[in-house]
């Protein structure tokens, strides 16, 4: 028996916000069910690195006894967690290539008169139909009509500044000093249409995406020297209407509390086919 540090979730206090999965580059975090769950210990090294900035304070480390990792004895708090959480366990381990805890966890559901299969498709990947965070939904709209436009001449790009995405810009830039700023999750530009005439026109810009992206640490700094050292005038947050996009304004907050200066922070939230789904001061 050895003494390690594993993360621990309080799901009452977890809103889904996804914030802390970029975190885990072992995989181990998943959202499921609207709620943050750890899928497996078999690839968390305890260091806390998956924790990130969670806005609600729901993770934390716990140092306890841990024998040698045993799938079985895994297997009973997973079950435990429902079918949502056996299945991401499951495809968890085919995805790492661990052939062989796969297998105890097969028997181990044997035992248990548990019946979950996992589809193959045909390149060979196991799966069940979409489970877990909806930012990762398939969805194909293609066929819907598509609202008749004048697409004739050549619109002028908005963008007046390089770099644009959070982690590259540096904050003490001309550029931001004194300026409306927008911050955008990656995937609002290609969903609205007219993103640079109605939304980035006169303002400066940075990008990110709070689900994907590894280093919440270095966001929370430049964005507080934007509002402290820049004095930048107002911060816009333009996300999806996914829930893991919900992180990227808690940043927002959490940079604003941690500032010295107050500025005003409205939130844009773009529905998946570019339609403007809540628009608000927070």
Known sequence: MVKRKIIKIDEEKCNGCGLCIPNCPEGALQ????????????????LGACIGHCPQDAIITEEREAEEYDEKKTMVNIVKAGKNTIIAHLNHLKDHGEEEYLKQAYEYLKEKGIEIELEVNECGCSHEPHQGCPGAQMQDFSDEKIKSSDESGTRNSQLRHWPIQLHLIPPFAPYFQGKDILLVADCVGYSIGDFHKDYLKDRSITIACPKLDSNQEIYLDKLIKLIDSSKINTLTVMTMEV????????????????????????????????????????
């Open 31 to 46: 959202l499921i069910d609207g709620k943050a769950r750890l899928i497996s210990d078999i690839f968390c090294d305890g």
């Open 243 to 282: 829930p893991c996009c919900n992180g990227l304004l808690g940043l927002a907050k959490k940079a604003a509390e941690k500032a010295s200066r107050k500025i005003p922070i409205k939130l844009i939230v773009v529905g998946i086919k570019g339609d403007i789904l809540k628009e608000e001061w927070v």
